[in-house]
């Protein structure tokens, strides 16, 4: 089992439409949960962090954390062509600093 | 504030040869990670850096070593170069490290 799951994708839903991601986690010591964006040729880049169960709000953006269930979620109000990306879940264990478990990302296509 | 700099963007190197990869933090930083991004493997953690002391240390081999001067700046080597290396290298930075950390453009390393 890999310490953090996505399912791969694509996935696709049309323009002004509410995209869901989910993201599984194994180790229940995980506290802090990021989402990046990573476009084709580009580096990640960081769209929202969540610490604490509940959802997180910024802009269209919404992450949901379920500590219990070990699952984080990311949804994308509004969807436009501009979100066609790969969405990539970071995990941070307690105690180990800078190191991020990544999932294998979930390929987004907007279509107009 | 300026970004996380990464030099050089690309590089092209044969088998045994070894190289060098440098990355500047963001001001302030004085956390550095660096992961290996690969289509097969995703984005893997190589290794963490933090007031020059290796904090976190991923699962590859000895030939890909790292460090970190007092001002922050980070330098990873890969000696003995196999095939397999070819691979989108990025640094990211963060204040402590285990906050949000902030990706660098990459370098893009081709081994022949």
């Known amino acids: 089992q890999k310490e953090v799951e996505q399912n791969s994708g694509p996935l696709s839903v049309p323009e002004g439409a509410i995209a869901s991601l989910n993201c599984t986690y194994s180790?229940?010591?995980?506290?802090?949960f990021f989402w990046y964006r990573q476009y084709s040729g580009k580096s990640p880049e960081l769209i929202m962090f969540i610490y604490s169960n509940g959802d997180k709000e910024d802009g269209r953006f919404t992450a949901q954390l379920n500590k219990a269930s070990q699952y984080v979620s990311l949804l994308i109000r509004d969807s436009q062509p501009s979100d066609s990306a790969t969405y990539l879940c970071?995990?941070?264990?307690?105690?180990?600093?800078?190191?991020?478990?990544f999932g294998q990302g979930t390929e987004l296509s907007v279509k107009p | 504030k300026a970004g996380v700099t990464q030099t050089p963007r690309y590089l092209i190197k044969t088998r045994g040869q070894q190289v060098t990869l440098s990355c500047s933090p963001i001001?302030?930083?004085?956390?550095v990670s660096w992961y290996q991004q690969t289509p097969g493997q995703g984005l893997q953690f190589l290794f963490e850096y933090f007031s020059e002391t290796q904090r976190n240390k991923g699962n590859f081999p000895g030939r890909f070593s790292g460090r970190q001067f007092s001002n922050s700046r980070s330098e990873m080597n890969v000696s003995t170069l196999e095939l397999g290396d070819s691979a989108l290298y990025l640094c990211?930075?963060?204040?402590?490290?285990?906050?949000?950390?902030?990706f660098g453009p990459g370098t893009r390393l081709t081994v022949l």
């Open positions: 970071a995990v941070n264990r307690d105690n180990q600093g800078g190191k991020l478990i």
């Open positions: 180790d229940r010591g995980s506290q802090s």
């Open positions: 001001s302030g930083h004085r956390s």
């Open positions: 990211a930075s963060s204040l402590t490290g285990e906050g949000t950390q902030y």
